[in-house]
């Protein structure tokens, strides 16, 4: 009886912190069914007086919103493929090969995080613009993809992997590849998992790179897409909210499917087995 | 024997794929090609900036009438009120925002990675405020924290305390942001915990307790060292990040009251965008560079007292 | 689907992903080069224009581009920029210093007109304007934005100025008869107060946290922001007086939110449009939103009337802002630009219902834009009432903002600093002192004196 209780309260809190992470969604769909000038009315209500869907509305009708989103869809899913091979590649290095100025080097590579990334905007655009970047996808795509912060996160996680594990498998003559890519990946999973992710929550949201390198109306990704719609004197933050609600949507079904890999000893049972 | 099958070959392509028996050539391989893309879209920009500190680029001019200054910009700094505040800001801003990110995510960790009802889904929705739209999360805590009868001061004043101004208060200011802050990025540090602590070997807890280790042995002398390499990397880049996160403060308060939640990032990118000091802005950024290197230097030499791999 | 089925449609996925993308690209480098060889068929002439995102979904600029080109042969292409009023000059900018070639940049205030006309990145039309004897002072006389080096830079397309909007709802439930014009500040205030109803939470006023609003009766006296020798004006008293009277309005009066509860709850620049206020003080750009009942749908009627006037009789002077047209210094098109700037500048006005900068109009050309605005409205203003609070009233006219060397920096350091005083954490003394002082930094910084 007394772990039963112990087991509900635990599930009671749980849902309560559950509940405490919810509530700017409440806000975010409550917002989008406001007209722009009762967002901010105090106090506020939580279930408008009218539902006014003319915020989804105008999204829905305008001509490249749909193109916007796919936009995003392709770029973002592109960047995962990429830098998810050129990081986990460059981390199995980093985190398992010997070789000259390594530490130095990840320490270089680490450095390239601390600029902020807003004060070189000016060289990344004539840059960009040197190698025929600007105003196609790829201005995102590969700038995001030699990413260090993941390099940084797998490389952690490939040294925390037992070495008796690799050195067995060298001695039975595995390449380099066969290793990384038959036990460390396969390993890793939760960690790829984390970093696929990531990388798609914050390329979707990216607004900077997108802004400033991409021209094009039917070209741009959905976040800024959304400036489109403004009002005579700021933003429609009324219709920024319904953008957002569906913005969301795609990153949380995803982690909805996929966090059912973070299960205690997934990792550990292919080591044993 | 397969192998030595092919060295005889010893045609360019097997020569290759050798290459990732030895070491050193399949480091190659493994590193070069990121390596490339690093210098082309990363050490190019940072190059940039640290030419253009040195320059007079202060004013929305052609670059053709730039001109070489040394390190005027970086002098400038030292006399600058505004600047230099801006960087204690941030250095506090750190103090309460690193520690409380690490400890919360950690703990939400150990929870999230127990079993429950429910668990997928509250697992999800502690994403939520990580994927909410900026914007609504600030005017969410505005709300919430209004000092004119917000819900939060209703309570602090039913009990009879004095309630703070939260986000008007010069000095409540900066710990206020540094909450918010934790509470809405908590998502990232917890889900790599979460990865984390399921990479520890079920082996390690089976003689744990065969030894009748209680549960807080059991944290601190096997969760907590087999999961550091993990902590550490979260405490570099978090301390990182810290120093960077002017979004949600622009959001928050623009730097307000006055001057007094202006941090450094916050400063960089309003001289840079919105008074066109580019030269000015690119100086401050070095010197942040800098000291965010010093940080992580210092904290890469104490790993060895603390992180095991 | 099997595990090799999924991984097969994700490869596929990916590859028409790459597919599309690549295209993506094919395809504009395909319009480019039917377009230069259309023009080397038939000198199509052509003209481009950065937009903001409002303005280039707007039906007005749609019809004026229309109207241009036929009247002209040349043809109008916008360059979109997304983001609201602000950020889309950071894409300006940015665009600017790396050579982009668009044509004309519409600049929204003197702030903007003077950042960039005075740093080289416009065009001068004197010669072209020589060239024809196109008289600029006589159009638009002090409206014609001035630069240091004499030369024209920007040709001004409205000169907008500021007004109360009522709510005649609110006016009605108290009980309180529509003001008349012709008011003080006292006035202003005494009539705010008999409106504002605490426990309905409606406001008597609504004021928004500009620059100009810190200092909106020192402008009203037509003090300057700078001295004679170039530095910062801003410990003349008067500045203090205007500092002190807007922070009371909020603070002391209690007729509208006070500064810490505009901030703290995030009030919001088109608050006004959600009912719960009486008068709103504000620039006439705002006329716009009534005509709009579906981004704001709304159950009451608003009137307008002139702005207040100090009560010492020495400030009877509307304020406002002038926006124009610039040409972009790298212009591919510069000449077809002059004309595009040139007809905006002396047509905007019967499109959009701003006021035009011109000084040359007759009065029937001033009645027949109220009329058309009194139009859209649905009557709710009449062309009269219009004209009185704007035009037939017995203001001068002076600049809203302050203008000048550093003026950008010079705004942001007077929000920080009244910041400061208006919630009460620094004193009125201290915070005229650090404006001063600061802003003589930020003006010796930017080349002044």
Redesign the interface.
Known sequence: MGTLLRKSLFNVMMLLIGLIMVVPFVFMISASLKAPADVFINPMKIIPDHIYTLNYETIFHHKYYFQWYWNSFSTVVLTVVIRGLLVTMAAYAFARLTFPGKNILFLFLISAMMIPADTTIVAKFMLYKYLGLINTHWVIILPAAFDVFFIFLLRQFFMGIPKDLTESALIDGASHFGIYFKIILPLAVPALITMGLFTFIWTWNDFISPFIFINDIQKQLVTVGLEYFQLEAGKNYALQMAGACLIVVVPIFIFAVLQKYFVQGIAMSGIKG | MN?NAKTAKSSLLSRV?QL??R??G???V??L???I??L???????V??VI?SLMNY??????S?VKFVGLDNYVRVFHDP?ALNAFVKSFLYTLFYVPGLIIFSFI?AK????T??????????????????V??????W???????GGPVNQIIQSLGFEPP????G?KTVLPTIAGVNV?QSLA?QT??F??????????LYEAADIDGAGRWRRLWSITLP??S??T??LV??SI?NS??N?ASVRMLTN?????SSRVI?LN???E?????H?SY??AQ??I??VI??VI??IQ?KGQKRWVH? | MGPQKKKSAFVVLLASMLLVTACGNGSKSDSASTDSSEQGKKKERVVTVYEDAKRAESVEVKKKNEDFTKATGIKVEMNVVPGDGIEVYKKIDVDMISGEKTDVIRLTNPILIDKYGSNGWLYSLDDLMKKENYDAKKIYGDYLPKFADGKTYVLPDQAGKWAVYYNKKIFDDAGVPYPSGNWTWNDYIATAKKLTNSAKGIYGSYMLDYDNYMYMLARQHNVSGYKADGTSNYDDPAFKEALKFFGDLGNVEKIQPSWLEFKSKKLSWDGFMSGSYGMHFIGTWYTNQFKDKTTYPRDWKVGITQLPVPADGKGNNNFGIVAGYGINKNAEHAEDAYTYVKWMAENSYKYNGNLPARVDLSKEDINKLFQKTSDELGGEISAEELNKALISNDLGFVDEKITGPGSTEYSNIILQEADLYLVGQKSLDDTIQSIKKRADQAIKDAGGK
């Open positions: 192998r794929s990732a028996y070491e050193t399949a480091a190659l493994f590193v090609p990121f390596i893309g690093f082309i879209f990363n050490v190019i920009p940072m940039y900036s253009i202060n004013s929305f001019k052609p670059l009438m505004i939400l929870l999230l990675n127990r429950f009802a429910l668990r997928g889904f509250t697992r999800t929705l502690i994403l939520m405020p990580y994927v909410a739209n914007v609504a999360v600030s005017i969410v505005s709300i919430l924290l209004d000092p004119f101004l939260w986000l008007s010069m509470w990232f889900i790599v979460l990865a984390a602590i399921q990479g520890v070997n079920k082996d087999v999961i390499p993990t550490f990397f570099i880049t990182i120093f960077q002017y730097g307000g009251p006055g001057t990032s960089i990118y309003e840079a965008f919105t008074l066109n580019y802005a690119s950024a070095i942040l560079f965010v290197l992580t230097i890469w791999y």
